[in-house]
């Protein structure tokens, strides 16, 4: 038989049945042809191997846990792992910089932890990130700027276990204050409050007295302090003063002399105006230079000539 055999059956019905023996077809009559149209030879060698097609859109082989499939260019299946942004399969954690998150949101950065950028004002970046030996170190570092590395452009930083930092400065709204921790209705400092500022300082509970210490320091090879003023109110002593290192004892207490700038008789205050006590020095008075007092009226010296 030939490799190729072709059969024409006209009939107007028919019926075929295939087995491995050949074609039986019943017509539709009744009669039955049977034909041998040829039996399958033995199946020959399988061919060589074709060339390997184009890859799926799977993700690539390897990558560890929690990294993440990027895409690293605009090729349609460039896809690879990334070390720099993970999520911890366990924890459900975000790693930015790390492999390791220690927190829902872990990001580290050489300066630029985290920069925060609003879609209304393009370009104005924000930058928060850990100080490093040598540089702030073990302080959070608030920047106005892309890293932190310009200490001019510093707006906050917070040292553990230190006060903060506020290079630029600190700025209270009116009626605001810099107030104690335990006490701030009765320790704080206010610098406006529509009509003036206020200092207010307290003593330890029960002690009778509350105290407001100033203290200098200059340095000349080495630091040296020293309280300047106090000003103290008490239950005994009321109201007090101290100019240098002492406790007061009186109203005003100096360490030392006590000058007031001298006059001239054509430049000496009202002494009404100024109110009965007051002392002043005149220089060109009649009779020589000598301290006067206000009796009230006139300006008066210690014999009670009057100025004139």
Known sequence: MSPRTEVTI?????????????????????????????????RGEAGEKGETGAPGAGLPAGGGAGQLAVKRSAGDLDVGWTSTLVVDPETGWVGAGTDAPKAPLHARGPGQALIVESALAPGQRWTISPGHPGA??????????DS???????????????????????????GA????????????????????????????QSSGESALQFVGTYHDGSYHSANVMKLSYSASGGSRVAIGDLAPTAPLHVDGAIRTEPRTTATVPDAAATGAGTMIYVSDAGGGARPFWSDGAEWRDAGGTVLS
């Not at 028919?14 to 042809?33: I, Q």
């Open 148 to 174: 932190v590395l310009n200490p001019a452009n510093h707006v906050l930083r917070l040292q553990a276990g230190q006060p903060l930092t506020l290079p630029l400065g600190a700025v209270a709204a009116d």
């Open 10 to 42: 006209s009939h107007t019905s028919v019926a075929a049945t295939v087995s491995a023996g050949g074609v039986e077809v019943a017509l539709g009559d009744g009669a039955v042809t049977a034909a041998v149209v040829g039996v399958p030879g033995p």
């Open 136 to 145: 702030y170190e073990e302080s959070l570092i608030f920047a106005f700027d």
């Open 177 to 204: 204050s810099f107030a104690s921790l335990s006490s701030a209705a009765l320790a704080f400092y206010e610098p406006f409050n529509g009509t003036g500022g206020r200092l207010a300082f307290r003593g330890s």
